[in-house]
């Protein structure tokens, strides 16, 4: 009939255009898709470059002009920019300056140089282990409190941390270790020596060192009580010598492994040999030795 002829050609008509319906979603849900995943992606890409960013720091150096030999913080500055931090800007404080004494006040900061730091402190894993190991954060300003001698002492106006070393050399043995060799090795430990003097046995200032610290081995040295705030020399003195009365750092048991050195008590020259496993140890015959 003429009706059924008309639905059967709209039939086909709308037909047609399922397909092209069809394909207009599947276009439609692709490009919704490939958006979807650009903004994944440049989300991503958004993520790894602010998390490559350094972060931004600001420094505040406090400074004491009465101090010329304290120790320096451009190491940890240089650690900082190294691990993560971008020093956008460091400002330089005196510490008898209004500003200065107004920080001390607000920190509670009572040794020169201070270090305080401002700025994105969470941002790097690297930078907040470091600022946990050196110091505190107060009100997310990080303050600087493991200063390393020398220093200067704000509550005594002092200066801390400043070693005398005398070397006490063996006047009657020619064959014993160079004493002016602990020099270096002191100085390795990034201990800051303030006077160094070499004395010999045989003088009165030597003698009376020897019966003061009650020496028995020559050469050796001893370190002014200051050398107490050098951590990894007080860790390792117990192996090496004794704490005298007056808090001096009395090098002496630490004389054998020198090399070739005078048993004041045995008064024999003690010539180090090598032992089986590579070790220095006492020869078997030791020589006799002068008084010195």
Not at 142 to 168: A, E, H
Request: hydrophobic content about 40%.
């Amino acid at each position: 009939s003429l009706f059924n002829s008309m639905i059967k050609k709209r039939l086909t008509k709308y037909l047609w255009l399922a397909p092209i319906g069809l394909l207009v979603i599947l276009v439609l849900y692709n490009n919704w898709q490939v958006g979807w995943l650009n903004v994944r992606v440049n989300q991503e890409k958004a993520k790894a470059k602010e998390e490559a960013r350094p972060a931004n720091l600001e420094v505040t150096l406090l400074q004491s002009a009465d101090c010329p030999l304290c120790s320096s913080l451009d190491p940890y500055l240089d650690y900082l920019e190294k691990n993560g931090g971008q020093l956008n800007k460091i400002n330089k404080v005196e510490v008898k300056s209004v500003e200065g004494q107004a920080l001390l006040e607000k920190y509670q900061i009572s040794k020169a140089p201070g270090l305080i730091i401002s700025g994105e402190l969470a941002k790097k894993e690297t930078l907040k282990k470091f600022f946990d190991a050196n110091g505190e954060i107060i009100d997310n300003i990080f303050v600087f409190r493991n200063v390393f001698p020398p220093y200067y002492d704000l509550l005594n106006s002092s200066v801390k941390g400043l070693v005398n070393l005398t070397m006490i050399r063996d006047s009657a043995c020619t064959e014993c270790y160079d004493v002016s060799a602990h020099q270096k090795i002191i100085e390795n430990f990034g201990v800051k020596l303030n006077e160094v003097k070499e004395v010999l046995s045989n003088s009165a200032t030597g003698q009376a060192l020897i019966k003061q610290y009650q020496l028995p081995y020559l050469p050796t040295i001893v370190l002014s009580p200051e050398i107490e705030l050098y951590p990894q020399v007080r860790q390792l003195w117990p192996q090496l010598g004794k704490i005298s009365a007056d808090g001096s750092y009395v090098f002496t048991e630490g004389v054998k492994q020198m090399g070739v050195y005078h048993d004041l008590v045995s008064s024999k020259i003690i010539k180090p040999a090598s032992s089986a496993d590579g070790s220095a140890a006492p020869a078997n015959n030791p020589e006799p030795a002068n008084q010195p």
